[in-house]
């Protein structure tokens, strides 16, 4: 169960196509993974597999927020476009 | 002795290790919890990742109840589930802020929008400003056109009026001249008692006596007194019948002046028919200009003889 949890988890930051310090995590979660897959005790197997999950959650998180701050970034700079050409200089408007 | 005080030592360490142990990782559990409490009580981001939180106060509740064994591998996971529960609460508020560009967003467009329409409700009301203007001026201008016009036809009527009261007044004056002129004619005529009639010649019944053109002054219907005196004696013997007066000319000067002089001569000659005693009703003054010659125009003393006045008795 915690394999499977740990699996989702990889899974689902895999979707989020981290990058920088998300990369670097979902990289350790997999490896933790598959360590977990690989371990013959099961107490090794459990705590590999709950570490693969914690990273692989801190990896989508982190991409969650690479993602968030580029759109905070991108729609702010598009206001200011939009201010400056429609508010300030409105005959330049396109 | 060395060896048994080496035991209570060794025995002494035995019992403060796990105390020691006990309390390193208490202390690492209490940050941890400290560290999850200090991002709960965030006002921005406590509020926020709810399920990450509830995640890393479990992984905390795990590490502070795990077993000896375990607790160094729960630290690490309640560590990383607190930082995974702020990178996500992060994640949250700047979604949250993306959303309020986006209604910022909105906002620029409808202001700009605003703008627009002010823009031309301010450009239509300029083009209405300035359409006005050229329709008024426009108007000036036919009003001013349409003044001088009138001032126009005004002058010219005042000029005509002008020179309707100047031919009056020099016809008036004429007038008055021929008046002048037929009673000093009458006045020396009163004085001629032995003139004879005009010479008269018959048409059948019709007697018919002829002014010869010496009667009157040059160009003039006035009457010299010589002839004012010989109509006199001549209405002294025209009798009951209707009398016809025919004015004529010579074929010299235009057509219409040669009739108004033939007329203005027939109507001299009948006033003094009329002052003379004959009724007013027997007489008939008629200009004939020069449609009735009675001698040849080319020569001096042919037009002297169409130069005449015929007082034609029936």
């Not at chain 2, 941890?32 to 905390?60: H, T």
């Not at chain 2, 009735?292 to 001096?300: E, F, I, R, S």
Request: no cysteine; net charge neutral; aromatic share 0%.
């Amino acid at each position: 169960m915690a394999l499977a949890a740990a699996e989702r988890a990889v899974m689902a930051a895999e979707a989020a196509q981290p990058r920088g310090q998300a990369a670097l995590a979902l990289e350790q979660a997999r490896g933790q993974w598959q360590a977990a897959q690989s371990a013959r005790r099961k107490a090794d197997k459990l705590r590999f597999a709950e570490a693969a999950a914690a990273n692989a959650d801190l990896a989508h998180a982190r991409a969650r927020l690479d993602a968030a701050r580029e759109e905070v970034d991108s729609r702010a700079a598009r206001n200011a476009d939009l201010r400056r050409r429609l508010l300030v200089n409105p005959e330049r408007r396109p | 002795m060395i060896l048994r005080l080496l035991a209570v030592l060794a025995l002494s360490l035995s019992m403060a290790l796990p105390a020691a142990a006990q309390s390193d990782h208490e202390r690492a559990v209490a940050a941890l919890s400290s560290e999850l409490q200090a991002l709960e009580a965030d006002p921005s981001l406590g509020p926020l990742a709810r399920l990450e939180r509830l995640q890393a106060r479990q992984a905390v509740a795990d590490a502070g109840a795990a077993r000896r064994s375990d607790r160094e591998h729960k630290l690490a996971l309640a560590g990383v589930r607190i930082e995974t529960a702020r990178l996500a609460a992060e994640a949250e508020l700047l979604s949250a802020q993306a959303e309020q560009l986006d209604r910022e967003r909105d906002q620029i467009m409808i202001e700009a929008s605003r703008l627009e329409a002010e823009r031309a409700r301010r450009e239509s009301e300029r083009l209405r400003l300035q359409a006005m203007a050229r329709e008024e001026a426009l108007q000036r201008e036919l009003e001013q056109a349409e003044a001088d016009r009138t001032a126009a036809v005004q002058q010219a009527q005042a000029e005509t009026e002008q020179a309707r009261k100047l031919a009056a007044a020099r016809a008036r004056e004429a007038e008055l001249a021929r008046r002048e002129a037929e009673l000093a004619a009458a006045i020396a005529a009163d004085e001629i008692t032995d003139a004879a009639p005009p010479p008269m010649r018959r048409d059948g019944n019709r007697r018919i006596y002829t002014l010869s053109g010496n009667a009157f002054a040059s160009g003039s219907a006035s009457l010299t007194a010589e002839a004012q005196a010989s109509l006199r004696a001549l209405a002294g013997q025209l009798g009951s019948g209707q009398v016809s007066i025919e004015g004529h000319t010579d074929s010299q000067g235009a057509d219409a002046a040669n009739q108004a002089l033939s007329q203005r001569r027939a109507e001299a000659v009948r006033r003094v028919m009329e002052e003379a005693g004959v009724a007013p009703g027997r007489l008939k003054a008629v200009g004939r200009g020069k449609s009735q010659p009675v001698a040849d125009n080319g020569t001096a003393d042919g037009r002297a003889r169409n130069r005449r006045v015929e007082i034609i008795v029936n």
